[in-house]
């Protein structure tokens, strides 16, 4: 019996089955029967094939279920994120360990993109795919159109 133990995101959910994608290697699973999931939930456990054939898999064990928060915040960016970006070029990206735990990303994007490249953000899910590999609890999205970037901070 194939058996995988990691985190997982929920891509999609209905009554019957989910799917859900390895955050560590990006492998899909389809489950056969869906427990309880809901889309962007973030799943720590071990799924394992349905025999005979084991194209479907079933949820076995559960360390933990999570939702992580990624919202846009209406503070300024930290001195750090005006710092890193002042670095960057249009269209680069520069990213940094938090002190402890966590990640903060800076983009430089032209001004009049920057409410378009938070909005990108906040519907991407290689946000969430990204929160839950360095496993963090919320992500928040910062910006400054004045100055051309935004700042993905990943926070514990």
Not at 25 to 42: A, C, F, K
């Amino acid at each position: 019996m194939t058996e995988k133990e990691s985190t997982f995101l929920v891509t999609h959910a209905e009554d019957e089955s989910a799917v859900v994608s390895d955050v560590h290697g990006g492998q899909v699973h389809t489950l056969s029967s869906n427990p309880g999931l809901d889309v962007d939930e973030v799943l720590e456990g071990t799924v394992t094939a349905d025999p005979p054939m084991e194209v479907t898999w079933s949820v076995t064990d559960v360390v933990e279920r999570k939702t992580i928060p990624v919202e846009a915040a209406d503070e300024r960016p930290t001195p750090q994120a005006f710092e890193m970006a002042e670095a960057l070029s249009e269209g680069e990206l520069a990213t940094t360990e938090r002190a402890g735990v966590g990640e903060v990303h800076v983009l430089a994007v032209p001004s009049e993109n920057v409410e378009a490249a938070v909005a990108d953000v906040l519907d991407d899910q290689a946000t969430l795919e990204r929160a839950a590999r360095i496993g963090i609890d919320r992500v928040e999205v910062r910006s400054s159109v004045e100055d051309g970037f935004v700042s993905v901070r990943y926070l514990p």
